[in-house]
Every structure is written in structure tokens, then in C-alpha cells.
């Protein structure tokens, strides 16, 4: 009848704690209300699709650039140490994965004890075992398990794999800017070149008025003056090449540099004016963008992680039960410690540990776990408005440098056509020196700006592409 009741008594307590084990502290995470446009433009609503969508392969279709970013993409510090967070967080996550397995303990052990003579112990043991000394040989299997009864491990599982998930968004986000950044450099360094060649053109344009001022001077049709003005001209011209050749080269080491190399000169086969800006750039629905930008993700994974602490540091609060197991062989001397069954010994101790008084750490931990997960919201959504900020910018920079490039052409061809006739009417005495001066000087100024608008376009389309989250495929 004992056994009965032991068994039923068994059954019971087994029951309820396979009960209790299904509850847990904490809430399951949800994604906070986020306040969103319903499109980035007013034109479009129905249009899902997103350049970010497009592999940064076929993005950028100049094989020039890709293999600087191939190169970066391989050799980028900051993206090989985004690599090693990554392995390092992959490591916690496999001893995660078993935190609900018992541990398993070995253990050996021998002692011997000399007991003084005079001594309570060493009379006792001289006249029980007829000897002044003691020896003990252990040898134990130890088997320990923490019931999950409040979800605490659980709760430490999610914590663990949504860090996880944020170092590797985040090592995609460390990607995108990179491809951004090598982009950027790249079209800097087409707009270096385009520019000194307009100023060695300007150079030769400027040489060839300066002889014809000269020739001028000595038959006595305009003054030293005039000569003095175009030499001055021609100076300015002058100027600008070797400060271009040296913003060329500091460009070219900061992309080798970029792309973990030694700092050189970077081959291009390509000039700004043959890279082709699409005039389709779709940038999709906002909804979409936060799903897929790597720093939003990194900073949504953030919160999980602290929504996930959250419910272990209210379980910290509650009793924890324990269940430990062992066994072995013991012996108090050595030849007989492999004796079986004589030095076989065995345990089971069950343990519910209740915190009762600890100066308030484990409610301060709570609190503070609670705080961290409102920031957590805090920088999510922060996160959220600022990607959405960028994108707008973005779109309103793709459109006007559209205008502005279309005007800033319309410009320089006027402005070349001006240089031209002021020439013809300088030769016949029909335009001042001033006039012709004045002409290259607007002429030049418009191709150096028209060149630069050109690279601003491109700049403002690498920026779309990776606001949207683009270039970690």
C-alpha cells in the first residue's frame, strides 16, 4: 500500500511540474506600431517593386567598380570584424541550444589522512579500524537539470538567437554602406578625371588666345595689358591640373585603402559621361524598406533580444527547482575501491530554491530590463524614421540634380558657343580681350560644374540603393 501511495505521490509531482514548465514570464514579441507614409512619392501607390531589390552585381553594371568592391567586400576590415561578431555570436548560440540539457559531471579523487594520535579522530579510527590514518577513493557521475518552469531558459534561448540575428544584420549593414562607400569614390574619381581634362583642354584654349594677344601686342592693335590678362588666365587655368591630380590621387589611395589594400592608383577603362543613370528607380513601399534595411533589422533584433530579458529577469524572481543525480564507487581503501556492488553508492536530491532577500538586485534587475527594452522601442523606431528620412532625401536629390544636370548642359553648350564667337569677333576687332576672357572663364566654370552634377546624380542614386537597403545581395 506504501508503494501505492509513493508511486500516485510521484505521478503527481511529476505532473506538476511538466505543468509548470509550460508557463513563463514575459511576453511573446511584437513588432510596435511604426508611423509610415503609405508611399515615398505622391505619384505612385501601387508600384512594390525597389531597386534595393537588384544585386549590387547588376546595380552597378562597370566592371571597373565591381571589382572594387568585390575587393572590398573581401578584404574590408571593418567588414571582417562584422564577420568575427558574427562567428563569435554563432558560438553562443550552439551552447544555447543546449542550455535545457542536464549537466553532466565527472569526477576522481583520492585522500589520504594522517590523524594525530592524540587527536578525538585519530583514537577513534585506531580503535575502530585499527590504524592512525584514513584513505578515501571516490569515484562519481554527477547528473544536474533546472526545470524550465518560468520560461527562463527559454527566455535566454530568444535572447541569444535575436543577438545573433543582429550582429549578422548588422554585419549586412556594414556591407551596404561599404558598397555605398566604394561607389561614391569610384564616381568621385570619374569626375576628378573628366574635370582635368576639361582644365588641360581649357589650358590649350587659353595658350592658343594668349599667342594670338601676344601677335596683337606686337603689331600694335591691343596693349600689354590685354597680354598680361590672358597670361593671368591662362595661369588660372594652369592651377587647377595639378590640384585635381592631387585630389586624384588622395581619392585613388582612400578607395584602395576602402577595399583593404595598400594605397595606389585604381585602373579605370570607363569616363563619367558613359555611366548611364536609369531613370526608373523605384524605391517601393516604405513597409517593405524596414523589412528590408540591415541596421532597421539589427535594431528590431535589439529589441527582441531585450523583450526576451525582460521575461528572464522576472523569472530570476521566482523559485528555480533542481534536480541533481550521482553515483559512483567509494572505497577507504584502495583495493577495494573496484569492488562490486560492495563501493557502489548513488544520490537524487530535488531542490526548489525561493530568493527571498537580496537587496533588491533581483527587482532592480527587472526594472532595469524593462527600461532597457523601452529603449530598445526608442532606437527601433528612431531607426524607422531616420531610414525613411534618408529615402525621401534621397528621391528629392535624384529628381532635382535630374533638372539641374538638364540645365547645367543647356549652359555649357551656350556658353561654348559663346567662346567661339568671342573669338571670331576678337579677330575682327569686333570684342575686347575682356570679352574673351570673360567667355572662357564662364565656359570653364560650366563643364567643371556640369561634372560635378553628373557625379552628384550618381551620388544621390548609391544613396537611394543603399537607404532602401541595397547592396548586401
Not at 508511486?7 to 514579441?29: H, N, P, R, T, W
Not at 565591381?66 to 568575427?84: C, E
Not at 537539470?145 to 543577438?163: N, P, S, V
Not at 528607380?281 to 533580444?305: F, H, I, K, T, Y
Request: with cysteine; hydrophobic share 45%.
Amino acid at each position: 500500500m506504501a508503494q501505492k501511495i509513493n508511486s500516485k505521490q510521484y505521478s503527481i509531482l511529476l505532473l506538476l511540474v511538466i505543468f509548470i514548465s509550460a508557463c513563463k514570464m514575459g511576453k511573446e514579441y511584437q513588432r510596435p506600431e511604426l508611423e509610415l507614409p503609405k508611399s515615398f512619392t505622391t505619384t505612385s501607390f501601387s508600384d512594390t517593386s525597389s531597386i534595393a531589390d537588384i544585386e549590387w552585381k547588376k546595380f552597378f553594371a562597370d566592371t571597373s567598380l565591381q571589382g572594387l568592391i568585390d575587393r572590398g567586400i573581401a578584404y574590408n576590415q571593418d567588414l571582417q570584424l562584422a564577420v568575427k561578431r558574427i562567428d563569435i555570436a554563432q558560438q553562443q548560440v550552439k551552447q544555447a541550444k543546449v542550455l535545457q540539457m542536464p549537466e553532466l559531471g565527472i569526477q576522481l579523487s583520492g585522500q589520504y589522512n594522517y590523524l594525530s594520535k592524540n587527536s578525538l579522530n585519530g583514537i577513534s579510527a585506531n580503535s575502530f579500524l585499527g590504524k592512525s590514518h584514513i584513505e578515501d577513493y571516490l569515484a562519481t557521475v554527477t547528473l544536474s537539470w533546472e526545470a524550465d518552469i518560468w520560461g527562463k531558459i527559454r527566455g535566454q534561448q530568444k535572447a541569444t538567437l535575436a543577438q545573433y540575428l543582429e550582429t549578422y544584420e548588422a554585419a549586412k549593414a556594414v556591407q551596404t554602406q561599404l558598397v555605398a562607400n566604394i561607389a561614391q569614390g569610384f564616381f568621385n574619381l570619374l569626375m576628378l578625371d573628366k574635370q582635368l581634362d576639361i582644365a588641360r583642354r581649357n589650358l590649350t584654349l587659353s595658350d592658343t588666345f594668349l599667342t594670338a594677344t601676344t601677335l596683337l601686342r606686337d603689331a600694335g592693335e591691343v596693349t600689354t595689358l590685354a597680354v598680361q590678362q590672358a597670361a593671368s588666365q591662362k595661369q588660372s587655368t594652369a592651377l587647377l591640373i595639378p590640384q585635381l591630380e592631387q585630389s586624384i590621387a588622395l581619392q585613388e589611395n582612400a578607395l584602395q585603402v576602402l577595399t583593404g589594400h595598400l594605397p595606389g592608383t585604381v585602373s579605370r577603362y570607363t569616363s563619367l559621361n558613359q555611366i548611364i543613370i536609369t531613370d526608373s528607380l523605384s524605391a517601393g513601399l516604405p513597409v517593405s524598406m524596414v523589412s528590408r534595411r540591415p541596421d532597421v533589422r539589427a535594431n528590431e533584433m535589439s529589441l527582441v533580444a531585450a523583450t526576451a530579458q525582460v521575461g528572464v529577469a522576472q523569472a530570476n524572481m521566482y523559485p528555480a527547482l533542481n534536480i541533481t543525480a550521482g553515483g559512483g564507487l567509494e572505497s577507504f581503501k584502495a583495493s577495494n575501491w573496484f569492488s562490486i556492488p560492495n563501493s557502489l553508492f548513488g544520490l537524487v536530491t530535488g531542490t526548489i530554491a525561493q530568493p527571498v532577500f537580496r537587496r533588491r538586485a533581483l527587482k532592480t534587475q527587472f526594472e532595469i530590463a524593462k527600461l532597457q527594452r523601452e529603449q530598445a522601442v526608442i532606437y527601433f523606431k528612431q531607426s524607422v524614421l531616420h531610414a525613411t528620412g534618408e529615402v525621401a532625401d534621397a528621391l528629392v536629390q535624384v529628381e532635382k540634380l535630374k533638372q539641374q544636370r538638364e540645365l547645367a548642359a543647356a549652359q555649357v553648350d551656350t556658353l561654348k558657343h559663346a567662346v567661339f564667337n568671342s573669338q571670331l569677333l576678337f579677330k575682327s576687332d569686333m570684342a575686347n580681350y575682356l570679352e574673351v576672357i570673360t567667355a572662357q572663364g564662364n565656359a570653364l566654370q560650366a563643364e567643371l560644374d556640369l561634372a560635378s552634377i553628373q557625379r552628384q546624380q550618381l551620388s544621390a542614386m548609391v544613396e537611394l540603393y543603399r537607404s532602401l537597403g541595397g547592396g548586401w545581395k
